[in-house]
Structures are given as C-alpha cells and as structure tokens.
Nanobody, 126 residues
Framework: QLQLVESGGGLVQPGGSLRLSCAAS????????IAWFRQAPGKEREGVSC????????NYADSVKGRFTISRDNAKNTVYLQMDSLKPEDTAVYYC???????????????????WGQGTQVTVSS
C-alpha cells in the first residue's frame, strides 16, 4: 500500500519557521516526483512547490518563493518543506503528494499526482 504521512505542522508566530516532513511507505521516492500543496478554509487546493525525480528540479508558487524550500532525503524516503518568514496567509492544511515519474519535470497541478498524504495543519498567528 502506497502511503504518505505528513508531520511537523503546528502554531507559529508571524516571521517564524517550521519544517514539514512527509514519510513515504510502500514505495521508494527515488522514482517519484514530489510536491507540497496547501488548502485554506473556503479556498481551492493550491500548489506550493514540487521537485522532479531526475536532477531534483524545483518549482515554487510565487507566493512562497524565497521563503520555502523543498527537499528530499531518498535514504530516509522522506520529503521536507522548510518554511521561513511565515505569514498569516500561509495558514492552511499542508499536503504532500507523489507521482511516479522519471522525468526532470514536475508541476504543481493537483491532478498530476496519484499518491496523497492526509495533511498537517499549519497556523501562523500572533
């Protein structure tokens, strides 16, 4: 069974940092493109960042460029999202996702991904 489990969410003050983790089981992340999405109440799911399986090419939403960093540790079969300089508008449930792909390409369209985690809540508030 292919499974992704997120962790690391919580409450943080504006300007603070959090690192989200996404552990994969039942498959090896080496051959998968990975991504992070978020969904705030009453809003559509938004692509935050992705990384290709080949060459580790990355894409970021304009709203998080320069503040968020996606990474992967294939030895630990885990994906990370380092979030710095957090803003109240970053408040959302964050999801990781994966798609089997040998390409150097990735995108942040939710429909492109087949495996999803259950989400972790991030709240940015003073």
């Amino acid at each position: 069974q292919l499974q992704l489990v997120e962790s690391g969410g919580g409450l943080v003050q504006p300007g603070g940092s959090l690192r989200l983790s996404c552990a994969a089981s039942g498959f090896t992340l080496d051959y998968y493109a990975i991504a992070w999405f978020r969904q705030a109440p009453g809003k559509e799911r938004e692509g935050v960042s992705c990384m290709s399986s080949s060459f580790g090419n990355t894409n970021y939403a304009d709203s998080v460029k320069g503040r968020f960093t996606i990474s992967r540790d294939n030895a630990k079969n885990t994906v990370y999202l380092q979030m710095d300089s957090l803003k109240p508008e970053d408040t959302a449930v964050y999801y990781c996702a994966a798609r089997r792909s040998s390409s150097s390409y990735c995108n942040v369209s939710p429909g492109w991904y087949a495996v999803w985690g259950q989400g972790t809540q991030v709240t940015v508030s003073s």
